[in-house]
Nanobody
Framework: QVQLVESGGGLVQAGGSLRLSCAAS????????RGWFRQAPGKEREFVAA??????YYADSAKGRFTISRDIAKNTVYLQMNSLKPEDTAVYYC??????????????WGQGTQVTVSS
Protein backbone atom coordinates (compact mmCIF):
# COMPACT_ATOMS: atom_id res chain seq x y z
CA GLN A 1 0.00 0.00 0.00
CA VAL A 2 3.05 2.24 0.23
CA GLN A 3 4.42 3.31 -3.14
CA LEU A 4 8.20 3.53 -3.42
CA VAL A 5 10.04 5.22 -6.28
CA GLU A 6 13.82 4.98 -6.70
CA SER A 7 16.01 7.42 -8.56
CA GLY A 8 19.67 8.32 -8.92
CA GLY A 9 21.05 5.32 -10.75
CA GLY A 10 23.28 5.66 -13.75
CA LEU A 11 26.66 4.94 -15.28
CA VAL A 12 29.76 5.76 -13.27
CA GLN A 13 33.45 4.90 -13.45
CA ALA A 14 35.09 2.70 -10.85
CA GLY A 15 35.99 4.74 -7.78
CA GLY A 16 33.15 7.16 -8.36
CA SER A 17 30.04 7.88 -6.32
CA LEU A 18 26.28 7.84 -6.70
CA ARG A 19 23.43 8.71 -4.39
CA LEU A 20 20.21 6.76 -4.73
CA SER A 21 16.92 8.14 -3.46
CA CYS A 22 13.74 6.33 -2.51
CA ALA A 23 10.65 8.47 -2.05
CA ALA A 24 7.64 6.97 -0.32
CA SER A 25 4.05 7.94 -1.06
CA UNK A 26 1.57 6.99 1.59
CA UNK A 27 2.02 6.26 5.25
CA UNK A 28 5.29 4.98 6.57
CA UNK A 29 6.09 4.05 10.13
CA UNK A 30 9.26 4.73 12.03
CA UNK A 31 8.98 1.32 13.65
CA UNK A 32 9.42 -0.39 10.26
CA UNK A 33 12.66 -1.05 8.46
CA ARG A 34 13.42 0.60 5.14
CA GLY A 35 16.20 -0.79 3.06
CA TRP A 36 18.08 -1.34 -0.15
CA PHE A 37 18.64 -4.57 -2.04
CA ARG A 38 20.39 -5.24 -5.31
CA GLN A 39 20.27 -7.86 -8.00
CA ALA A 40 23.04 -8.45 -10.51
CA PRO A 41 22.56 -10.47 -13.71
CA GLY A 42 22.43 -14.17 -12.94
CA LYS A 43 22.37 -13.63 -9.19
CA GLU A 44 19.74 -13.59 -6.46
CA ARG A 45 18.54 -10.37 -4.94
CA GLU A 46 20.75 -9.54 -1.97
CA PHE A 47 20.59 -7.27 1.04
CA VAL A 48 22.65 -4.09 0.94
CA ALA A 49 21.55 -1.83 3.80
CA ALA A 50 18.62 -1.04 6.07
CA UNK A 51 17.56 1.61 8.54
CA UNK A 52 15.12 1.68 11.42
CA UNK A 53 14.91 4.83 13.46
CA UNK A 54 18.48 5.92 13.95
CA UNK A 55 19.97 2.44 13.60
CA UNK A 56 21.59 1.28 10.38
CA TYR A 57 22.58 -2.15 9.10
CA TYR A 58 24.91 -3.09 6.26
CA ALA A 59 25.97 -6.08 4.26
CA ASP A 60 29.69 -6.80 4.49
CA SER A 61 30.08 -5.74 0.87
CA ALA A 62 28.68 -2.29 1.69
CA LYS A 63 30.42 -1.52 4.98
CA GLY A 64 32.80 1.39 4.79
CA ARG A 65 31.64 2.42 1.32
CA PHE A 66 27.86 2.84 1.45
CA THR A 67 25.75 4.91 3.82
CA ILE A 68 21.99 4.67 4.28
CA SER A 69 20.16 7.69 5.64
CA ARG A 70 16.70 9.19 5.78
CA ASP A 71 14.94 12.53 5.54
CA ILE A 72 11.83 12.25 7.65
CA ALA A 73 10.25 15.46 6.36
CA LYS A 74 10.56 14.26 2.75
CA ASN A 75 9.71 10.64 3.58
CA THR A 76 12.78 9.66 1.61
CA VAL A 77 15.60 7.19 2.19
CA TYR A 78 18.99 7.56 0.54
CA LEU A 79 21.88 5.29 -0.27
CA GLN A 80 25.16 7.11 -0.69
CA MET A 81 27.57 4.87 -2.57
CA ASN A 82 31.26 5.75 -2.64
CA SER A 83 34.31 3.97 -4.02
CA LEU A 84 32.14 2.06 -6.44
CA LYS A 85 33.45 -1.13 -7.99
CA PRO A 86 32.40 -2.98 -11.15
CA GLU A 87 30.98 -5.73 -8.95
CA ASP A 88 28.50 -3.19 -7.57
CA THR A 89 26.76 -3.19 -10.95
CA ALA A 90 23.17 -4.25 -10.38
CA VAL A 91 19.59 -3.12 -10.27
CA TYR A 92 19.04 -1.52 -6.89
CA TYR A 93 15.66 -1.85 -5.21
CA CYS A 94 14.21 0.16 -2.38
CA UNK A 95 12.17 -1.76 0.16
CA UNK A 96 9.82 -0.62 2.88
CA UNK A 97 7.42 -1.81 5.52
CA UNK A 98 9.97 -4.23 6.91
CA UNK A 99 9.41 -6.12 10.13
CA UNK A 100 13.03 -7.22 9.79
CA UNK A 101 15.67 -6.70 7.17
CA UNK A 102 15.80 -9.95 5.28
CA UNK A 103 14.25 -10.15 1.82
CA UNK A 104 10.97 -11.71 2.97
CA UNK A 105 10.50 -9.17 5.77
CA UNK A 106 9.64 -6.27 3.45
CA UNK A 107 6.14 -5.66 2.18
CA UNK A 108 6.73 -2.81 -0.28
CA TRP A 109 9.18 -2.58 -3.17
CA GLY A 110 10.22 0.01 -5.69
CA GLN A 111 10.63 -0.65 -9.39
CA GLY A 112 14.43 -0.62 -9.28
CA THR A 113 17.11 1.67 -10.63
CA GLN A 114 20.10 0.52 -12.67
CA VAL A 115 23.61 1.17 -11.40
CA THR A 116 26.44 0.40 -13.80
CA VAL A 117 30.07 0.77 -12.77
CA SER A 118 32.66 0.65 -15.52
CA SER A 119 36.24 -0.46 -14.99
Amino acid sequence: QVQLVESGGGLVQAGGSLRLSCAASGRTFSSHYRGWFRQAPGKEREFVAAIRGGTTYYADSAKGRFTISRDIAKNTVYLQMNSLKPEDTAVYYCAGGGVGFSLSDFGSWGQGTQVTVSS
